[in-house]
């Protein structure tokens, strides 16, 4: 099975910006399709935003569009989720998740089983 760490996270303005990084290992990442998640202190997970395998395909959450973009390198074996104009409600803990698929697709939003340790994230106002 794959292998996720995630990395990037800290404390951050309202207004700034984070990159978070995925680092994938143990299967041929190409054939994981990737997702972020986030949780906040006494909320569910929540999903963020998703990439399908070649990366030519995302979709995110509407409370993050137009100020994440994700992304991928193949080669690296890494995901990337770039959070500019950080608010405050954007504090959680940040989760990478892959799942293998055959689809060129989304893997739905449920049906993600493999997880990192997941990252903090904070913003301050």
């Known amino acids: 099975q794959v292998q996720l760490v995630e990395s990037g996270g800290g404390l951050v303005q309202a207004g700034g910006s984070l990159r978070l990084s995925c680092a994938a290992s143990?299967?041929?990442?190409?054939?994981?399709?990737m997702g972020w998640f986030r949780q906040a202190p006494g909320k569910e997970r929540e999903f963020v935003a998703r990439?399908?395998?070649?990366?030519?395909?995302?979709d995110y959450a509407d409370s993050v569009k137009g100020r994440f973009t994700i992304s991928r390198d193949n080669a690296k074996n890494t995901v990337y989720l770039l959070m500019n104009s950080l608010k405050p409600e954007d504090t959680a803990v940040y989760y990478c998740a892959a799942e293998p698929t055959s689809t060129m697709w989304f893997v739905p939003v449920s049906e993600y089983r493999y997880w990192g340790q997941g990252t903090q994230v904070t913003v301050s106002s």
């Open positions: 143990g299967r041929t990442f190409s054939n994981y399709a």
């Open positions: 990439i399908s395998r070649s990366g030519d395909n995302t």
